[in-house]
């Protein structure tokens, strides 16, 4: 008991010393993974990480008359952890549906069904006994197993469910002849060194967290319908036309766009093989999901480009919709800029998958190379466009447990919009709608950002888990300066690509990749319930030397922006970044000189949050 005190002390005093004079808040499971050198106190894994994997086989039959769905899934699970695992936790995210199953969304009463019917489960090739199945809303749990360490099991499950055709949430019909199919199949659920098995049931508005792993599936559908997936199709002389197959050759290799599937085309019924039903195949290795979308009458625009110059990699991105849609049109050369984006400047990584696909669906959702997307019109098309993609990297290519943290991947791709919006569609008005945090900071409902995502409701749930830490994102690269914060992107992606990160490790990575103790800023911004809000406090000049006092109202960090507008009519700006708030001073000076005659002082820009911006101007009138 000693020993362990001593040993727990000195790791704890160790990692104040590798991350910086002040240490952040850690809770008691984080700090075991410190003491079991699952994670290093620098950010990155440690010498003992591990995670544990698994391989699908998976065959589904879907049935766009009835909704059926069934199929059979076949899973190698390989037991990396240092734990002999008792029990085995499945999800069964299609139960959201289930009459019975605790929902924090809204579901019509006809689209409320028994859930997922396990018709058998073998383990090893043997039939388990239903009793030891246990299933409580979207979690099944796997009685009266053993799996020791190192130890790989094969488990078998016939299955079945009816998918929704209302109450779209990420999945289900979108009209009678287009369908979203995700989360549809028996998964286990992720093993991990912070929790153990993650319990946390889905209900809704959270999203996910899954393990990295293989996948082969078959899914047969009527002739009539195409189907797009995550992965690579393998068999396309087995359902497409020839003429289909030499349009997605060509987009494959070519900067500009074709027309794989035109209305024309569906006309004349020359898209797929003339089969009463096909059979398509896909293969997706190392990703945390696999899902597919159909449709019978949905064209598709396709383009592609070199992501990495290195190896001249190309990702293809589609753009597969209702020709009805016209707002849709545009979508391939908004989401072929954001790849494009992704790849060369922010963060400047290539593009890790072999192609996107944008769906037009119900929904603003992402999945593993696939977006569902509205057919949203101007600046918002291009806004969830660039969102959606953007998610690849988090949560996908890093792979982020959303079911706690949402921030984590929902921060990263709001933060994208302010870039790349403006990069897709220069003409776009610079201007951000933080009205969200700026009503909700400081109310009763008002939270840390790292509050777990299920206690978030309220106000401030959208500010707490897209749009704070998306301006929090923001504060640090204007400080450091692009080069220095996209250095620092890359080293955490590059630590944790294909892992599972904590918020510490993003941390931690963040302040060893830009070689600076970022830690003040993150406790302020990410672990205190603070409210944003400066003001100017006091002007006074002698002739052309102006000194202004900006004081911080609220503790919230946020940088000083301070436009000066001259009576003849031009501006200029003084800036000072969230630094000047690190020694936790409750004022700052700015000092500059005007060499003609200055209208009035206005304090915030557009990505300035201020819960109260009455105080924010100084008119030349005044005394």
């Not at 707002?327 to 050369?333: A, K, M, Y």
């Not at 929902?410 to 919009?417: D, K, L």
């Not at 006091?538 to 946020?558: A, F, L, P």
């Amino acid at each position: 008991m000693h020993y362990f005190s001593f040993t727990f002390l000195f790791t704890i005093l160790s990692i104040t010393m590798a991350i910086g004079q002040q240490q952040l808040p850690v809770a008691v499971n984080f700090k075991k993974a410190y003491l079991q050198h699952t994670r290093d106190a620098n950010g990155s894994p440690g010498k003992a990480y591990w995670q544990n994997k698994g391989s699908y086989t998976i065959r589904v039959t879907f049935d766009p008359i009835t909704n059926a769905l069934s199929g059979n899934v076949g899973v190698d699970y390989t037991n990396n952890s240092p734990d002999t695992l008792r029990q085995v936790v499945f999800k069964l995210y299609p139960n959201l549906y289930q009459a019975q199953a605790m929902r924090n969304v809204p579901v019509l009463p006809e689209d409320l069904t028994n859930g997922v019917e396990i018709k058998t489960m073998l383990v090893n090739n043997t039939a388990i006994d239903s009793k030891k199945l246990v299933v409580r809303g979207t979690n099944m749990y796997l009685k009266g197993v053993t799996m020791l360490p190192g130890q790989s099991t094969h488990f078998d499950i016939d299955y079945g469910y009816q998918v929704n055709k209302t109450s779209f949430v990420r999945t289900g019909q979108v009209d009678s002849g287009a369908f979203m199919i995700a989360y549809f199949f028996p998964r286990i659920a992720v093993y991990d060194d912070i929790d153990g098995w993650n319990e946390y049931p889905y209900v809704g508005k959270e999203e996910f967290y899954n393990d990295y792993c293989d996948f082969k599936v078959s899914i047969t559908i009527p002739g009539s319908y195409q189907v797009w997936a995550t992965g690579e199709l393998k068999n396309p002389a087995e359902v497409y036309a020839p003429e289909i197959i030499e349009r997605i050759t060509t987009a494959a290799q070519s900067d500009g766009v074709t027309d794989i599937i035109t209305s024309a085309g569906l006309a004349a019924h020359n898209i797929t093989l003339n089969h009463p039903a096909n059979t398509w195949i896909f293969e997706a290795d190392n990703v945390t999901d696999f899902a597919f979308v159909a449709s019978n009458h949905y064209v598709w625009k396709a383009s592609s480009l070199v992501v990495d110059p290195k190896t001249k990699r190309r990702t293809r991105v589609d753009a597969v919709y209702n020709p009805r849609h016209k707002s849709f049109e545009p979508v391939v050369n908004y989401a072929r800029k954001t790849v494009e984006l992704i790849s060369y400047k922010t963060p400047g990584l290539p593009f890790p998958y072999p192609h996107e696909t944008i769906f037009e669906g119900l929904d603003a959702m992402e999945y593993p190379m696939m977006v569902n997307n509205l057919p949203f019109e101007g600046t918002e098309a291009v806004e969830f466009t660039a969102h959606e993609i953007y998610h690849t990297l988090f949560p996908f290519f890093v792979g982020t447990n959303e079911t706690k943290y949402s921030f984590m991947d929902e921060g990263w791709a709001t933060f994208s919009e302010f870039t790349l919006q403006k990069e897709i569609t220069p003409d776009v008005v610079d201007v951000y709608d933080l009205s969200s945090v700026n009503s909700s900071a400081g109310i009763d409902q008002d939270v840390p950002i790292m509050t777990l995502t299920p206690q978030l409701y309220g106000k401030a749930r959208f500010s707490n888990k897209d749009l704070k830490p998306a301006l929090g994102f923001h504060y640090v690269k204007e400080m450091l300066g692009d080069k220095v914060f996209y250095k620092a992107m890359n080293y955490y992606i590059s630590q944790w690509q294909g892992k599972h990160p904590t918020p510490y490790d993003l941390f931690y990575c963040m302040n060893k990749g830009a070689g600076v103790d970022l830690n003040w800023f993150w406790q302020n911004w990410f672990f205190e319930k603070n409210v944003p809000d400066l003001a100017i406090e006091k002007v006074s000049h002698q002739q052309s030397k102006y000194t202004v006092v900006i004081v911080r109202k609220g503790q919230g960090m946020i940088p000083v922006h301070l436009a000066v507008f001259y009576k003849d009519g031009t501006t200029e700006t003084i800036s000072r970044d969230i630094a000047c708030w690190k020694k936790g001073n409750s004022s700052t000076t700015l000092d500059f000189t005007a060499n003609k005659a200055v209208s009035k002082l206005m304090l915030g820009n557009a990505y300035d949050a201020d819960a109260d911006n009455s105080n924010n101007t100084w008119n030349s009138a005044q005394k």
